[in-house]
Nanobody, 117 residues
Framework: QVQLVESGGGSVQPGGSLRLSCAAS????????MNWYRQAPGKERELVAR????????TYADSVKGRFTMSRDNAKNTVSLQMDSLKPEDTAVYYC??????????WGQGTQVTVSS
């Protein structure tokens, strides 16, 4: 059974940092495209960052480029999202996603990130 468990969310002031982690079981993260999505109240879920299977190439949404860094630890079978210079508009529930192809798409339960003074 596949499980993705996020951790590391919380509340932080603007300009602060948080590090999200996603621990995977039942799949090997290196074999999947791993993604971080977020969903703010009243908005659609949006892709924030991706690390591709194999080589681990990262891509980011324009809104977080230069501030967020996604990484993968193959030994621990985890992916992380380092979030720096956080802004109030980064407030959302953040979800870890693993995608291989149709029928092999998995989600974590989400973790709340709140950026507020």
């Amino acid at each position: 059974q596949v499980q993705l468990v996020e951790s590391g969310g919380g509340s932080v002031q603007p300009g602060g940092s948080l590090r999200l982690s996603c621990a995977a079981s039942g799949l090997i993260v290196m074999r999947y495209d791993m993604n971080w999505y977020r969903q703010a109240p009243g908005k659609e879920r949006e892709l924030v960052a991706r690390i591709t299977s194999g080589a681990g190439t990262t891509t980011y949404a324009d809104s977080v480029k230069g501030r967020f860094t996604m990484s993968r630890d193959n030994a621990k079978n985890t992916v992380s999202l380092q979030m720096d210079s956080l802004k109030p508009e980064d407030t959302a529930v953040y979800y870890c996603n693993a995608h291989l192809y149709v029928g092999y798409n998995y989600w974590g339960q989400g973790t709340q990130v709140t950026v507020s003074s």
